[in-house]
């Protein structure tokens, strides 16, 4: 069966630390992959995207995410985090019409 | 700019009453979706819309029902609502190959 997982529930990061959150997945062919961002009481953002090609994707906001095939993981990264990265993240994997995310992450950063 | 549009962003019902969510996109998109956003649970796919005139079940379809009004428009009925409907209800629209974009969603408490 289809699935995302995002094992953090919530993090915390000092302002100016690097930030990897994690997203792995099942799904019976190569998905497409995302990464969303949602600021509280809005929508979903989109911060990045994977179709194919090359498996190191840069998004908005200085973040990136690679693609890792053989541990099914789309994990997601920046080198420096601002304090307006705090909000919450969501991991979506699927193709078309058949799109499945995971139950998030929440991001709260320390001054 | 408007993107997707979705009315009303607040509703309280009582119990047994009827409501209709609407959206809207101006983006030409042919895909069309309501999904559901609970605690800890990511968005769950109610129903989806792949072109006008065709609706198709998603993941939690029980309660609800949807019309595809035209290629812009995708409205959620919820015919008696219930206490367990209470959620955040996001929808979102898809162009060929490409990812969904999201409404700003509409907070629903039933009393």
């Known amino acids: 069966a289809q699935s995302v997982t995002q094992p953090d529930i919530h993090i915390t990061v000092s302002e100016g630390a690097s930030l990897e959150l994690r997203c792995n997945y099942s799904?019976?062919?190569?998905?497409?992959l995302f990464w969303y961002v949602q600021s509280p009481g809005q929508g979903l953002q989109l911060l990045l995207k994977?179709?194919?090609?090359?498996?190191l994707v840069q998004g908005i906001k200085g973040f990136e995410a690679e693609f890792k095939r053989s541990q099914s993981s789309f994990n997601l990264r920046k080198p420096s985090v601002h304090w307006s990265d705090a909000a919450e993240y969501f991991c979506?994997?699927?193709?078309?019409?058949?799109?499945?995310f995971g139950a998030g992450t929440r991001l709260t950063v320390k001054p | 700019n408007a993107g997707v549009t979705q009315t009303p962003k607040f509703q309280v019902l009582k119990t047994g009453q009827s409501m209709t969510l609407q959206c809207a996109q101006d983006?030409?998109?042919?895909?069309m979706y309501w999904y559901r956003q609970d605690p800890g649970m990511g968005l769950r796919l109610i129903y989806y819309?792949?072109?006008?005139?065709?609706?198709d079940k998603g993941e939690v379809p029980n309660g609800y029902n949807v019309s595809r009004l035209n290629k812009r428009e995708f409205s959620l009925r919820l015919e008696s609502a219930a206490p367990s409907q209470t959620s955040v209800y996001f929808c979102?629209?898809?162009?060929?190959?490409?990812?969904?974009?999201f409404g700003d969603g509409t907070r629903l408490s039933i009393l």
């Open positions: 979102a629209s898809r162009g060929t190959n490409q990812p969904q974009h």
């Open positions: 799904y019976g062919a190569t998905p497409y």
């Open positions: 994977y179709f194919s090609g090359d498996t």
């Open positions: 979506a994997v699927g193709q078309n019409n058949d799109m499945r």
């Open positions: 983006m030409n998109h042919n895909s």
């Open positions: 819309s792949a072109s006008e005139g065709t609706t």
